[in-house]
């Protein structure tokens, strides 16, 4: 078996026990690490306890039974939910498994997003207004400049380019280095549709791809206003300056690079390359913007 990522969530659920207190469950799913791979095969557990069992005790229990029902233990944990960071730190810690704030959990957003709108409500106990007020919305975040030893300079160029999600078929015969993609239909994503890209040319390409494939690579994101550019967000709070936007085309492409982002569920993808000459990758990560 080659690298297993599991994402996991540990939180209350729109769901009241007998004493008028709210479920808490954890929720854990493989991440999908190849683009053929059906979702439907992929690892899932869930669990519910009560108000009184929330600590990392029983979370550690929780994850062990996950693992004992697996056949086998991840290599690393990636969760997203900041409130809970102590929490699922130590448990994982005494699991004796690495854990990564990220919002690379893609896979356990969809499961959540699927559990919210058909499985909560036909629990007992549940209660819709409860419902409501579980979506998490964080505040934006102040992007950085990128470090001095990735940071771009005039040799290196940028493109916004589309492809049809059919054309990634062939993704098994390319060259590429550092990547992390998931299965489009996952998504939603039919071959007809166009996935828009961002290609980054550089003669630092090898270092910028491994400086990326350490980060917990989330989405691309335009941030329009006085001084628009393109931000990177990566783990579960970096943002990163990946380019400002100063001329009116580039300014035209990267509304078109929004724009298309909506019209296939944000998903789009980031690719580096050492020049457009070039038939190989030095990085490949599919992204998905989470709203």
């Known amino acids: 078996m080659g690298t297993t990522i599991w994402e996991l969530d540990f939180y209350s659920r729109p769901i009241f026990d007998e004493n008028k207190k709210k479920l808490w469950e954890v929720l854990i799913c493989e991440t999908p690490l190849d683009m053929t791979r059906s979702p439907e095969s992929l690892f899932k557990f869930s669990k519910f306890t009560n108000n009184k069992s929330v600590n990392s005790i029983w979370l550690r229990e929780a994850l062990e039974e996950a693992i004992a029902k697996a056949a086998y233990a991840p290599d690393r944990i990636r969760f997203f939910r900041r409130a809970m960071n102590n929490m699922i730190l130590k448990a994982c810690e005494e699991a004796d498994i690495p854990a990564i704030p990220s919002r690379r959990t893609y896979a356990l957003n969809q499961w959540i ?113 006085q001084f628009p550019r393109l931000r990177l967000e990566t783990g579960s709070s970096d943002s990163w300056i990946l380019a400002d936007i100063k001329d009116d085309k580039t300014l035209a492409e990267a509304n078109g690079f929004e724009n298309a982002k909506e019209k296939v569920n944000n998903i789009h993808f980031l690719a580096i390359q050492s020049s457009p000459d070039s038939e190989a990758f030095a990085g490949f990560w599919l992204l998905k913007e989470d709203l």
């Open 113 to 225: 997003a699927h559990r919210m709108d058909r499985f909560y409500p036909t629990q007992a106990g549940y209660d819709e207004e409860s419902a409501k007020a579980t979506s998490i919305k964080y505040p934006p975040l102040n992007a950085v400049p990128l470090p001095d030893a990735v940071r771009g300079d005039r040799t290196d160029k940028w493109a916004f380019v589309s492809l049809e999600a059919e054309a990634f078929t062939e993704m098994t015969d390319w060259e590429i280095g550092f990547s992390e993609v998931f299965p489009l239909e996952m998504i939603g994503i039919t071959p007809e549709m166009k996935i828009p890209w961002l290609i980054i040319f550089s003669p630092r390409a090898t270092p910028l791809a491994a400086w990326m494939s350490g980060l917990e690579l989330a989405f691309l994101q335009f941030e329009k206003g």
